[in-house]
């Protein structure tokens, strides 16, 4: 679990699925994966195993070849 208030510049944490995330606190807080900045709308929202941190853009898995690309091998 990862507070918005325990983050620093350049801090990584590893998302469920297993993408590291790269957050930035200049100026508000924003998640980078792969050069694809989002920016937190609301943070810290208490959930069972943890928080929700809500976001002002879709995250995209990282590159999905050798599988069936996400979409149920069709």
């Known amino acids: 679990t990862v507070l918005s208030t325990d983050l620093t510049n350049g801090q990584t944490a590893t998302s469920l699925e297993g993408t590291d995330l790269t957050f930035g606190v200049n100026g508000g ?4 994966p792969d050069d694809e900045a989002a920016s937190v709308v609301t943070a810290d929202v208490p959930v069972e195993n943890g928080v929700v941190h809500v976001i ?6 990282g590159d999905q070849s050798g599988s069936n690309g996400g979409n149920g091998g069709s």
């Open 29 to 32: 807080v924003t998640v980078d």
């Open 56 to 61: 002002d853009t879709v995250l995209q898995p």
